[in-house]
């Protein structure tokens, strides 16, 4: 399990979405590499770069280049893209739909200090559940 948090005023991570798997291989492990690096993974609103936002993209300070070919967009103007990204490299994404409730959270999470980490075996996570560096405490 996966967990997607965002620091509050107190100084731990609140939980803002949680994920059960990843279930294609070349994407988890990915995100598994990169959780295992040790290095920052830092999400970011990337809905401006549109359709060359790709999982295994890599920015280069301007813009974003490779990653995956398989095309995932048919009309990527009507949706709001947000990335993890670890060493420059886009280890995974979230597309939403345009909401106006759903998109004003997510550029408040993606504008503040946040990232993704792995629940530790045995602990579950929920929405709203605090992380506290080390574990889940739930609400």
Same mark, same amino acid.
């Given at each position: 399990? +996966? #967990?997607f948090?965002v620091?509050?005023? @107190? $100084?731990?991570?609140?939980?803002?979405? !949680? =994920?059960?798997?990843?279930?294609?291989?070349?994407?988890?492990a990915?995100? *598994?590499?990169? =959780? #295992?690096?040790?290095?920052?993974?830092? $999400?970011?609103?990337?809905? *401006? +770069?549109? /359709?060359?936002?790709r999982?295994?993209?890599?920015?280069?300070?301007?813009?974003?280049?490779?990653?995956?070919? &398989?095309?995932?967009? &048919?009309?990527?103007? %009507?949706?709001? %893209?947000? #990335? +993890?990204?670890c060493?420059?490299?886009?280890i =995974?994404?979230?597309? @939403?739909?345009?909401? #106006? $409730? !759903?998109? /004003? =959270?997510?550029?408040?999470?993606? @504008?503040s200090?946040? &990232?993704?980490?792995?629940i530790?075996? $045995?602990?579950?996570?929920?929405?709203?559940d605090?992380?506290?560096?080390?574990?889940?405490?739930?609400?």
């Amino acid at each position: 399990m +996966y #967990a997607f948090i965002v620091k509050n005023a @107190e $100084g731990t991570w609140d939980i803002w979405r !949680t =994920l059960e798997d990843i279930p294609v291989p070349a994407k988890k492990a990915r995100v *598994e590499n990169a =959780l #295992a690096s040790g290095n920052p993974i830092i $999400g970011r609103n990337v809905t *401006e +770069y549109r /359709s060359s936002v790709r999982s295994g993209a890599v920015w280069d300070g301007t813009s974003f280049t490779g990653g995956d070919n &398989t095309p995932w967009l &048919t009309n990527d103007s %009507l949706v709001y %893209l947000y #990335a +993890y990204l670890c060493d420059n490299v886009v280890i =995974l994404m979230h597309i @939403e739909q345009p909401n #106006a $409730g !759903t998109n /004003s =959270l997510l550029d408040a999470v993606f @504008e503040s200090d946040n &990232t993704m980490i792995k629940i530790p075996e $045995g602990q579950t996570a929920n929405f709203g559940d605090i992380w506290d560096g080390e574990n889940v405490i739930t609400r």
